[in-house]
Structures are given as C-alpha cells and as structure tokens.
C-alpha cells in the first residue's frame, strides 16, 4: 500500500517514458481528480453496463476498451441510461477508455453529476492493461528503507552493507572503476514486487547518483564516469555484509552452506566478508559475483569440491582397505 492516498491525478501526473507511458489524458468528470485509488487492479465493466451488478468491483479502476464502449452506443441508440446512472451511483475511481474511444454525451453528463474522472489513452485494452498494471504493483508494494550501497555487478544487483566507516562507498567507488554501475550509495528504498522481486532504487531523486568519499567529499558519478557507470533502478539478488576483522570469529572458509537475510519477507543470499588492510574486497565482490550467477545456472563449487574430495577419500580407503588384506598377493 502506498505511503500516502494515491490519486487519480497522481496517475496522470506519473512521470513515465517509453514502454512504461499511459498517455493518459482527462476527457471529463475533472471534479473528481482527487479520488483516490485504493486497489492496484483494474475491472472491465460490460457486466455492470449490461445491469449486473451483481459483484461490481467498483473499488477498482474501470477499464472501457472495445466491446464496452460499442455496448455504450448501443445504449445511447436505445435511449437507455438507466444502467449508466446506477453504475455511476458506485464511487468508482475512475473510467479510462483505450483505443481513443469516447464515450457519448448523456455518459458524459452522467459522469460530471457524480464527479468521476473520465480518462482517455490512444493504446490499446492489453498494451495499456499490462502496462498499468505493472506500475501500479510498484506503486502500491511494500517498501523498506535500508542503509548501505546498491551496485550492479556483472548484470547481478549487490546491496553493500555494513557498520559506518567500514569502507561501502569506497569499495562501490572502485567497482565503478571496474566498469560496474550504481544505483545508490548510503540509502536505498527497497519494493517488493510481485511479492518475489525486490526492487532497489536511490531513496532521494534529488541527491541522484551522488557518492560520499571521506576525503574528496560529495562526488557526482554521472560526471565523473559518464551515464554507462549508473541506472536508476537494479533488482537485489545478493546481500553483502562488509565487517571488522575478528580474529577470535570462526569465518566459514568454504562456502558449502548458503546463508541469506529476509527482506521484505523475501530471502535473499548473503555473504559476509571480513575486512582488514590487504584485502581487496572489490575483487572480493566481483568473485562472489560470478560465483552467484554460477550457483542460479546450478553449479556450486564449494559443493562440488565437497564432493570430488568424498570420492578420492572413499577411493583411497578402499584401495587401503583392499591391499590390506593377508591374502592378496
């Protein structure tokens, strides 16, 4: 849900390009714009226009393509506006008509009376059906504001996190230099899609993609290594913890077990690095990296050398076991 009532102007006011574009614009009912939209999912309403209203998901926002609004002319030839008017007596959000259709004036006028905003987009029912419904699940996702650095690795999106001072934004800095990509330093705002993606972006539009050094202080990337060494948004498919070096804590040394941490209620891996001078914890990252898309095409090395090493241990204790005996000659 979203943080705050979502409007249907705030659906026009969206700032949207190329394949996310509604092209919506209002026709009519412009008394209404403040509505708000509660539910992220749309309802086709010929039932409702035919005079069942019977489980009318007026909640939802009505969607007239085609076969609707060539139902509404109907209605209009026949003079009947009955069911026009009840569908109206419903607080819908609002009625968006594809293809560029119009709807005719009695609907019109019906419409300005109970205030309901009438909005119009030149694509089509399926095009425009996807498209707003993948805005709206963004919309109205669950979010959560995170510390850390959120960086695009060999095409995997890595959330680096860590205490203050540890070395995340220094260590982003010199992925960049590798050629990878950020997406944000310092805070990140996390979406959970589809209730399995998570989706992470800058928490601030108007800080963008700036980092903070100790040292040079605030530097813009985007300047400094061109649009290739950022985007706006990278979905987290690993969790990296960067700590303090304890010499008295047990570090796995093979990576046979996979950890993760939940985040809006989706695991995803985690790796923990210990830091400490002579490390060089980009390279570190970018191993882990590979090693990560290794592991989602089915290969795990630790695994595997788990496993080579189970077969020579098993050769070569049979062979003992073997050659041991007194009757072999």
């Known amino acids: 849900m979203a943080d705050r009532a979502f409007t249907v102007l705030d659906l026009i006011d969206l700032d949207l390009k190329e394949h996310n574009s509604l092209n919506l614009r209002c026709i009519g009912g412009r008394k209404g714009l403040g509505r708000p939209i509660d539910i992220p999912d749309l309802n086709r309403p010929m039932g409702a226009i035919m005079g069942f209203f019977e489980d009318f998901a007026y909640q939802r926002i009505q969607l007239f393509g ?29 009625c968006i008509f594809t ?29 425009f059906s996807a498209r707003i419904m993948r805005i709206l699940s963004r919309i109205f996702s669950p979010r959560q504001i995170v510390h850390g650095v959120l ?19 220094e260590t982003a800095l010199e992925l960049i230099h590798h050629g990878h990509r950020l997406v944000a330093d310092d805070v990140v705002e996390i979406n959970c899609i589809y209730g399995n993606t998570l989706m992470g972006t800058g928490a601030n539009r108007i800080i963008g993609h700036h980092m903070e ?32 070096w304890d010499s008295s804590k047990n570090y796995d040394r093979l990576g046979a077990e996979d950890h993760t941490v939940e985040l809006l209620g989706v695991n995803v891996p985690k790796l923990t690095i210990p830091v400490k001078p002579g490390r060089n914890i980009p390279i570190i990252i970018e191993t882990a990296a590979m090693n990560e898309r290794l592991k989602s095409m089915g290969y795990h090395a630790a695994r595997e050398f788990n496993k080579n090493i189970l077969k020579w241990i098993e050769s070569d204790t049979s062979r003992s076991v073997f050659f041991g005996h007194d009757d072999v000659i």
């Not at 119009?120 to 095009?127: N, W």
């Not at 960086?151 to 934004?169: A, R, T």
């Open 99 to 127: 293809h560029n259709h119009c709807p005719h004036k009695d609907f019109f006028q019906i419409a300005e009376n109970a205030q309901c905003p009438i909005l119009q987009t030149d694509l089509g029912s399926a095009d």
């Open 213 to 244: 050094i100790r040292g040079p202080g605030i530097i813009n990337i985007t300047h400094l290594f061109g649009v290739r060494a950022i985007r706006d948004r990278k979905e987290i498919q690993l969790v990296v913890e960067l700590e303090e």
């Open 151 to 169: 960086v695009e690795v060999y095409g995997l999106g890595i959330l680096i996190q860590g205490d203050s001072g540890v070395g995340k934004s």
């Open 66 to 94: 085609r076969g609707e609004t060539a139902f509404l002319r109907r209605l209009e030839s026949e003079g009947n506006k009955n069911t026009i008017k009840e569908m109206f007596g419903y607080p819908m959000p609002c």
